[in-house]
Nanobody, 124 residues
Framework: QVQLVESGGGLVQAGGSLRLSCAAS????????MGWFRRAPKKEREFVAA????????YYADSVKGRFTISRDNAKKTVYLQMNSLKPEETAVYFC?????????????????WGQGTQVTVSS
């Protein structure tokens, strides 16, 4: 069992930056690929980024490539999402996820565990 708790959300102006964190409980953090998803108002949940168990491989949605960076610290059992050049349309609840592979997260959105989410609001 893995419990995920996100933090770092908030209100930011367009073009600004935020860094999200997701702290995991349990002993097997390094056994999971980790990812971030988001759900904007009245929209379906969408994949944002994922990182492999070792941290050596990363995957991004095309819409965030070059602006967002996912990273992890297995010793701290934490995954991060650095978001730069934020846009108003990226206002959403951002969810942390843990699953078997980063590729599955990116391709089919598969995750075994989900956090409760953190609100990110980008003002224009």
């Amino acid at each position: 069992q893995v419990q995920l708790v996100e933090s770092g959300g908030g209100l930011v102006q367009a073009g600004g930056s935020l860094r999200l964190s997701c702290a995991a409980s349990g002993r097997t953090f390094s056994s999971y690929a980790m990812g971030w998803f988001r759900r904007a108002p009245k929209k379906e949940r969408e994949f944002v980024a994922a990182i492999s168990k070792s941290g050596r491989s990363t995957y991004y949605a095309d819409s965030v490539k070059g602006r967002f960076t996912i990273s992890r610290d297995n010793a701290k059992k934490t995954v991060y999402l650095q978001m730069n050049s934020l846009k108003p349309e990226e206002t959403a609840v951002y969810f942390c996820a843990a699953g078997p592979t980063a590729q599955e997260m990116g391709v089919i959105g598969r995750s075994d565990y989900w956090g409760q989410g953190t609100q990110v609001t980008v003002s224009s």
